[in-house]
């Protein structure tokens, strides 16, 4: 019979306000295999510790119970405890008598029940408890970072220069993502091919960065310390070794095709890179619009090319590759803002969002840095901007704040006026939240310095008269209805998750929110993680953020991933499942089901009358089986179990779950 | 035999047990805690990894133990910690619904949720919803081991 | 008037109506922006909102907005806070409409022939709409 | 069938012999006459001698694979008459890894459906002494002369209900294939008890299943019940009491039922075996109409290749339970 120790813990009165306590431990006592009962005001502090400790010596326990918050919060806390008592920390079990009782239920004389049948629950299963240990595992030396962008390089640099390889595996023919279609960064102004082409070049140059470019993550199997990674590096159609970047190829290219990077205001050739900064200074050839791809005919870019470097044989590559740790850095798309009819874009070329407004300040953007309309090509004279377009909308788009369109708005405000001097910039807006460092001064410029006249109000309707754009507001403050007869409309559209995100999630095996952002493992505690252990995330992802908030998640995720890394062997998940191959009849179905392929048929020999009888069995390898149990339920005769969540132990918790109401 | 029931000094109080699993209903359970939601004291939650551990002889013999109703809660298709686990329960608990139910249980003693670990408020309703749909069904005698009761209810 | 509560019956009347909730409102302005009749109104729509979240029943009874209001529905499409305000001002028409001079009549007043003859459903919505 | 009955069995007895006695095998399951006229029981021949025994009519409806779980430990190859429900039966071992292929021949017997006694017994009014079978209608010879009946009402119910007569899968088929027959009314009882009420329903079960005195013969005779050691026999946990009261019994059909999901072949053995005549094949039958209901048809033992329902899923998998 067991010897168990039971410990309920006040919380303070988290748990005693709506627990009575004392009756909890008088009621422990008597469940089969108690010897010992006690409580203290905070188990999970220094002092509670060392009582669980102390008791376990003193009274030579062998099983241990606590009674106290979620599993999921102190399990291994009290784990730690047990084990610094010589104590296999699996034989203890935690009753979750805080999350699932007190905090639930206000009446005590309802409560305390309750919290008697989860603690004489929680009894049930550690009598059946076995000591075990977790499999140590060994771990790749190389990070994966999947995504380009700022958020991507930065994390690469530091994994890199902690000395472990790095792969970054970017979409798009070039790295650089978001950052590198903006003009200018807020609140210095400081340009942002500045800042971020030297990075660019340096994870470039870098020995143990390595650039898949015009790639993407086909599958990832695995788990922490050995994902193994299938990556799609798809046809460029130039071979990157022979291509000098001269850019001939692109200068005579004959056909056209709308640019991404310009978001579809200019055009960009059939062979292209996609800015001037671009690295790996290589271009691709776009199928769709490429003459020769489409007719076979054209093949200037061959002809033209001094290395000879194209080559439209070449075929998409899978390259497999093992890695210890992930970063999914994958950032962020803007709301299409043509699902507010009252708003008109997409009806009226003069009607941009922020990014395309940006786009159209850059010196290589589609109106060459000279701030014009698109309709008539003349500079602008009055300018909106409408915040919260589709942010902060639960009945229409995303209910939350995108929190840099306040800062962007501000920015663009004030690059209109030194472009555009005699331009007016009127700013319709329901709350500016600028919180960050010198943001507020930053916004504040815009308003007293650069003449922005910011309205407290949103924009009802717009739609265009003769040669502009009637803006109808108002200003909440004093009531009235304001009419502006603009040139140019600026939307701060909302940011929201990629379009693949939930794909990508379900591929690398990590979640998302109803936004498809991917979830965090905690929001305060754990920001960076996620609940697969060796996944890391960082920026625009995780959640709308500005580059500084970006740039340090990144350096965050990194030294998690190199935390992981620098690990000589790891440790596995210690409740994995086991073959009784004596009952194992060999059907192996539980071989057909394992998501991570840990279950394998092995032959084995038994004595059968006078001779020996071979026949298959199933075997789990523990360093591969992650502790699911869906095969211990397809497993007929029960012959394989899940150590930790066994069959008996589930039994016993049902048994005694029922017994007392 | 009606003094073994569920008997308590207010009337019949239905015994829900529900097994949660560990990765998103657990956590929403966690969370409707955190966020002081309330639901019925009926209920009970025993943790499993995964949904895909739920063996349907555990909710047989929930039943069998007095237990007026049953509720499994996993992840919604797709966010399966072990990526398949409930895609494979979806399939093994469906059929085994629909068996009980063919066997004379009414549909709502037995019930699967996909509650995430953000739907606390999700967790609490479901709860809730169980227990009063039960309270308005009245105690389960069907396969209720009547040895079992009365041996220990006297503990 | 205010019930026992400390909150104005006007307003909680109207909440009954409407079926929406002035609290929900985080005063973007939005609706009065699109509003056709914005000129015609004494408070305007994002005003009516605030004034219900301020509980200044008064001033919403004698204001001419709620009459004003043609039930367009371009409030009630653009609002990001999916406060329906054509359903709002309905039921802030109703709500003024029935305080207005307190109770109108109660079974007292009704001889026992008027008792007999009148329809029992007719009594009954008369008592609930007049009788405060 | 009398006359046709003694040509068949001499072309079942001459194609086996060559094997048995050739010693391509160490023994061939076959059907030899009962105790009663009307009883074919398994016949283990291994000799010359045995093979006379041999027996193919119309009442052979024991299902022969099953017993190669046990004769494949103490033999290397093996014979086996297999009918239409027998050879899905070894596809279904074959499934569960129970039997490897090349250790096993199997002789198809296109199968014309196996007769009832019972039914024979009440459509003779009386113990019957003896039937003779000519196209299709059936003379029982009974004390107070004979009577007539078309053969197809004196069919077993596995019988009636029996879409591939024709086995799926042997190395020689001995008689012409019949085809696949055209079968309506195989969850008629099951579309009739869901029509009932709940409290209707475990009625019907309660009684049907109070009477189960846990002999398990229908797992005995159960091709997908292939556990080295059951679930009821288990201590450790207990999954399941050994008093045969309600709970339990309920307990045990209805574990063995979820067992069978996806796997079941419909064969009816259980039904068959059973001493007390429950209508277990209607529990299977209910998981059969729900599995092809939801994750689209599925003929268990048909095909081994093709992967059983609860083995694999899809995404966007249908459920019985509200998802919102």
């Known amino acids: 019979m067991p010897r168990t120790g039971v410990f309920i813990c006040h919380c303070g009165t988290n748990i005693a306000g709506t627990v009575d306590i004392d009756k909890t431990v ?31 010596k003193e009274n030579d326990l062998d099983r241990v119970v606590v009674g106290t918050c979620s ?24 009753a979750n008598i805080r999350e699932h009782c007190s905090w639930v239920h206000k009446d005590m004389e309802e409560a305390t029940p309750k919290a008697i049948a989860l603690l004489r629950a929680a009894a049930a299963k550690a009598a059946l408890n076995e000591a075990l240990e977790a499999p140590r595992l060994d771990v790749e030396k190389r990070a994966l970072v999947i995504g380009g962008g700022i958020a991507g390089i930065q994390a690469a640099l530091d994994i890199a220069e902690a000395g472990y390889e790095v792969d970054i595996v970017e979409k798009d023919p070039s790295i650089g993502g978001r950052m590198a279609q903006l003009e200018k960064t807020f609140p210095t102004l400081d340009c942002s091919a500045c800042i971020l082409t030297p990075k660019m070049v340096e994870a470039a140059q870098h020995p143990n960065i390595n650039l898949l470019t015009y790639s993407e993550v086909d599958e990832v199997k695995g788990f922490v310390g050995q994902f193994d990674v299938k990556i799609r590096q798809k046809a460029r159609y130039v071979d990157p070794v022979k291509c000098t970047g001269c850019g001939i190829c692109w200068e005579k290219c004959p056909s056209k095709a709308p640019s991404e990077f310009e978001m579809g205001l200019s055009k960009r050739k059939s062979i292209y ?66 699902i507010y009819g009252e708003y008109g874009y997409g009806q009226h070329p003069d009607i941009l969002t922020g990014l395309e407004f940006e786009r159209i300040f850059n010196a290589s953007g589609p109106t060459g840095g000279k701030v014009v309309k698109l309709s008539d090509g003349k500079p602008p004279k009055k300018v909106v901007f409408i915040q919260c377009i589709g942010s902060r909308d639960k009945a229409r788009g995303m209910n939350y704040c995108s929190k840099i369109c306040c800062m962007y708005t501000a920015k663009q405000a004030i690059l209109l006026k030194e472009k555009v001097p005699d331009a007016k910039s009127y700013v319709f807006y329901i709350d500016v939240r600028t919180g960050g460092k010198g943001y507020e001064e930053f916004q504040r410029r815009a308003a007293e310095e650069h003449d922005v006249a910011y309205m407290r109000g949103q924009v009802g309707k717009i739609f265009p008269e003769d040669d502009h754009l009637v803006v109808r507001g108002i200003d909440s403050l004093t009531n009235r209805n304001i009419e502006i007869k603009a040139d140019m409309v600026v939307l701060a559209a909302a940011t929201v998750a990629r379009g693949d995100a939930p794909e990508l999630g379900r591929l690398v095996g990590i979640n998302s929110d109803s936004y498809h952002f991917f979830n965090e493992a905690h929001p305060k505690l754990k920001p960076v993680e996620t609940h697969t252990a060796g996944i890391f995330i960082a920026g625009a992802c995780q959640a709308p953020k500005d580059i500084p908030e970006t740039v340090s998640q990144a350096s965050a995720a990194a030294v998690k991933a190199i935390g992981l890394l620098s690990k000589e062997k790891l440790q596995g998940e210690a409740c994995t499942a086991e073959v009784i191959q004596s009952d194992c009849s060999g059907c192996l179905n539980c071989e057909a089901i394992c998501p991570y392929t840990a279950i394998t048929p092995v032959e084995i020999e038994e004595r059968y009358k006078d001779g020996v009888l071979k026949r298959t069995v199933a075997e789990v390898n523990p360093a591969l089986c992650q502790g699911c149990g869906s095969c211990a339920v397809t497993c007929r005769s029960g012959s394989i179990n899940l150590k930790g969540f066994s069959n008996d132990q589930i039994m016993a918790e049902v048994d005694a779950i029922c017994l007392q109401r | 035999m009606s003094a073994a029931l569920n008997e308590t000094a207010g009337g019949w109080e239905p015994l829900i047990v529900s097994f949660c699993c560990n990765w998103c209903s657990y956590a929403g359970g966690d969370l409707a805690g955190t966020s002081r939601m309330s639901y019925p004291v009926n209920v009970k939650v025993i943790r499993v990894p995964c949904s895909g551990r739920m063996n349907p002889m555990f909710v047989l013999r929930a039943f069998q133990r007095g237990a007026d109703g049953v509720l499994v809660a996993g992840c919604h298709p797709g966010d399966c910690h072990y990526t398949s686990g409930n895609y494979q329960s979806r399939r093994r608990l469906s059929a085994f619904k629909r068996l009980v139910e063919f066997a004379g249980f009414e549909p709502e003693r037995f019930e699967v949720r996909w509650i995430s670990s953000s739907e606390g408020d999700k967790f609490a309703e479901e709860m809730t919803s169980i227990t009063e749909k039960i309270k308005a069904l009245g105690p389960n005698r069907k396969m209720r081991d009547a040895r079992w009761q009365s041996v220990t209810s006297k503990v | 008037m205010t019930t026992e509560t400390g909150k104005s019956r006007l307003i909680e009347d109207m909440k009954m109506h409407s079926g929406q909730d002035p609290n929900g409102c985080y005063q973007c302005g939005k609706c009065s922006a699109a ?25 919403l009874a004698e204001s001419k907005t709620p009459w004003v209001c043609a039930s367009c529905f371009t409030c009630a499409a653009r609002c990001p806070r999916d406060i329906d305000l054509a359903r709002v001002m309905e039921g802030l028409r109703l709500s003024i409409l029935r305080n207005r001079g307190g109770n109108k009549f109660g079974p007292a007043e009704l001889t026992p022939e008027q008792l007999e003859k009148l329809p029992q459903q007719a009594l009954v919505s008369g008592f609930r709409k007049y009788n405060k | ?89 070894f596809n279904r071992l074959l499934q569960d890894n129970m039997v490897r292929r090349e250790q096993v021949i199997l002789y198809g017997l296109p199968c014309p459906g196996m007769l009832d006694y019972n039914r024979l017994v009440e459509k003779a009014g009386g113990a019957p002494l003896e039937i003779t079978e000519e196209n299709g209608r059936v003379i029982i010879k009974v004390g107070s002369g004979e009577q007539e009946a078309q053969r197809d009402d004196l069919l077993l119910d596995k019988c009636k209900d029996c879409r591939y007569p024709d086995p799926a899968v042997y190395d020689q088929l001995l008689f012409s294939p019949q085809g696949e027959k055209e079968v309506t009314e195989r969850f008629k009882t099951v579309e009739e008890l869901e029509e009932m009420s709940a409290e209707e329903r475990f009625g019907y079960w309660e009684k049907e299943l109070s009477r189960c005195l846990r002999c398990y013969a229908c797992r005995q005779a159960c091709p997908f019940c292939s556990c080295r050691e059951c679930f009821v026999e288990q201590e450790n946990p207990r999954w399941q009491g050994r008093a045969y009261q309600p709970s339990e019994n309920f307990m045990f059909h209805l574990v063995r039922a979820y067992h069978g999901t996806g796997r079941c072949i419909d064969c009816g053995e259980c039904e068959r075996s059973c001493p007390v005549d429950i209508p277990l094949q209607e529990l299977n039958r209910k998981l059969i109409k729900d599995i092809n209901e939801l994750y689209g048809d599925y003929e268990a033992g048909l095909d081994p290749e093709q992967e059983p329902p609860l083995l694999t899923y899809r995404p966007d998998d249908p459920a019985a339970f509200s998802e919102k």
């Open chain 1, 273 to 338: 890179v996609p800015f001037a900064q671009a690295v790996p200074m290589v271009p691709v050839i776009d199928r769709d619009s490429c003459l020769y791809f489409r007719k076979g005919r054209c093949q200037i870019c061959e002809k033209e090319c001094p290395p000879q470097a194209i080559d439209y044989e070449q075929q998409d590559e899978i390259i497999e590759r093992r890695y210890g740790a992930i970063v999914v850095a994958t950032g962020f798309d803007q709301l299409d803002p043509t």
């Open chain 1, 26 to 56: 008088e009621a422990s006592r008597n469940f089969p295999g108690v010897v010992h009962a006690d409580e203290y005001r905070y188990l999970c502090s220094e002092m509670g510790q060392d009582i669980i400790t102390k008791a376990i």
């Open chain 3, 35 to 59: 509003c056709p009749v914005s000129a015609a109104l004494d408070l305007k729509p994002h005003q009516v909102l605030r004034y219900l979240q301020m509980g200044l029943e008064n001033e």
């Open chain 1, 71 to 94: 599993p999921r919060m102190h399990e291994n806390t009290f784990r730690k405890a047990a084990a610094e008592a010589g104590l296999n920390p699996y034989l203890l079990e935690v």
């Open chain 4, 1 to 89: 069938m009398a006359e046709r009955n003694v040509e068949s069995v001499n072309k079942v007895r001459e194609a086996v012999s060559q094997d048995l006695l050739g010693g391509r095998i160490d023994l061939l399951l076959g059907w030899e006459k009962g105790h009663y006229w009307w009883q074919s029981r398994p016949l283990f021949a291994r000799s010359e001698a045995d093979l006379e025994k041999l027996a193919w009519d119309s009442f052979c409806a024991v299902n022969l694979s099953r017993y190669l779980l046990e004769e494949l430990k103490d033999h290397d190859k093996v014979g086996v008459l297999v009918k239409g429900c027998d050879a899905r039966a």
